[in-house]
């Protein structure tokens, strides 16, 4: 594998990392309890879910980024020793660190369905948006534990 197509996937798989990590802990610690304070109700369940459409694009792109780029990570880290061969500790790392992102997945596909359809019903917009911050929240300690992951994986 050539050191630029290594370079270039490192550069847009940690590009990603910033989007999607990044789009999470904002939210959790800066905007929602901005907009918590200065919109109520259905305003602010109208606000979130235009937040939640608009990153839309970009969580998607970083996805679709994750898995191209992460393949081609893999495949050129001399510590991979095939699929499902889980016989030394970077191996491990790397399950882990999947099984997490799968879960974040799922909190995402929770949040797209579940709860952004709640937050634009004025009647259940005010229940929606703890449940949005809470799923919002989640979403971001995954997010950390899948980057200290990803360090443990470098060192090993």
Known sequence: MTTFLLAVSI??????????????TLLSLIYLPVFAQQLKGSTLGAMLDGVAGRAR???????????????VLMFGDANYTGFGDFGNA??????????LVLVMIGIGVYIDRGILTR????????????????????????????????????VL
């Open 90 to 99: 970077w191996s491990v790392v790397m399950l882990a660190k999947h099984v």
């Open 11 to 24: 550069w847009l798989h940690a590009l990603a990392t910033v989007v999607l990590i990044g789009q999470y």
């Open 119 to 154: 937050l634009a019903e004025p009647s259940t917009a005010e229940a929606a948006t703890g449940s949005f911050r809470r799923a919002v929240s989640a979403m971001m300690i995954c997010g950390l534990v899948v980057l200290l992951l990803t360090a443990v994986a470098q």
């Open 57 to 71: 694009f970009f969580i998607f792109g970083a996805l679709g980024l994750f898995i191209v780029t992460g393949v």
